[in-house]
């Protein structure tokens, strides 16, 4: 098991469990500095299954914004089940990578800060109660979207899966070293802090997510899940607040790090 080369963490998820205990540094030092770090999943192998509107007031804020097809009105803004979408795994890009403006495209490009996981351990039918069993570790995803595009096709996948709209890093810790629980959420623009809120502030709790998707579908090591955004989105000002180019949108999230991308 130790010594192989493997092309990324996805094909090891399984296996981190077992390998932690026995990794021990070798060889030659390497300074961060001089080497590239990928994404910890750079190309997952499907989807990147998602979470909408899983923060009270986020989902308050985006049926107030008109860009809502889930809700009607703000009596429903609230879901009653969780709500379940999927970006397309070529949209993944590391830490320091440029967001790419869709020039022609889209020009209400909008930024979402939030807690992602990846399997380690497959599965179908997973309960709530051995949902964390199934899962390697965790990371930082910034969940990037169109909003017009996400508005004038009803269903997300278009406005979430463009090329680069899937920041994700800037590593992968391990899920003995994180409580997933109570973890602080903060999303800056630039200097302007736009999101602060906690994970304990989950509509639907990530026990409940596993066992939600799984129910029918085979979850897979390395499989990634972004479990939601907070309020604090750009939709949700008056007027919005879109990035542009030029703009560098940096998330962190307690114990994962910084995940840091300029948009060009």
Not at 95 to 120: H, K, M, N, T
Not at 186 to 191: A, F, I, L, P, S
Not at 205 to 211: A, H, N, R, S, V
Request: hydrophobic share 40%; charged share 25%.
């Amino acid at each position: 098991m130790l010594g192989r080369a493997v092309p990324d963490l996805g094909a090891i998820a399984c296996e981190l469990d077992a390998i932690k205990p026995k990794l021990k540094p070798a060889g030659a030092v390497l300074p961060l500095s001089a080497v590239k770090i990928e994404a910890p999943i750079p190309r997952p192998a499907r989807n990147v299954m998602c979470v909408g509107k899983n923060y009270h007031e986020h989902a308050k804020e985006f049926t107030r914004s008109g860009f809502d097809s889930s809700a009607s009105s703000a009596a429903d803004a609230i879901p009653t089940a969780p709500i379940i979408f999927t970006k397309a795994p070529d949209c993944v890009i590391a830490d320091g990578e440029d967001i790419r403006y869709p020039e022609g495209v889209s020009d209400s490009v909008d930024y979402e800060a939030e807690l992602g996981l990846v399997i380690g351990r497959g599965g179908r039918g997973i309960t709530k109660a051995d949902a964390y069993k199934h899962i390697c570790g965790y990371t930082i995803i910034n969940d990037v979207t169109a909003r017009d595009l996400q508005g004038k096709h009803k269903q997300w996948f278009l406005g979430k899966s463009l090329d680069t709209f899937c920041p994700m890093g800037p590593w992968l810790v391990t899920s003995d070293e994180v409580d997933p629980e109570n973890l602080n959420v903060k999303c800056w623009v630039n200097d302007e802090l736009r999101q602060d809120a906690n994970t304990r502030d989950l509509i639907f709790d990530i026990p409940t997510l596993i066992e939600t998707i799984s129910a029918g579908i085979t979850l897979k090591p390395g499989d990634v899940i972004a479990t939601g955004t907070p309020v604090g989105v750009g939709i949700g000002f008056t007027p919005p607040k879109f990035l542009k180019r030029g703009d560098r949108v940096t998330i962190e999230i307690d114990g994962l790090g910084r995940l840091s991308n300029m948009v060009a």
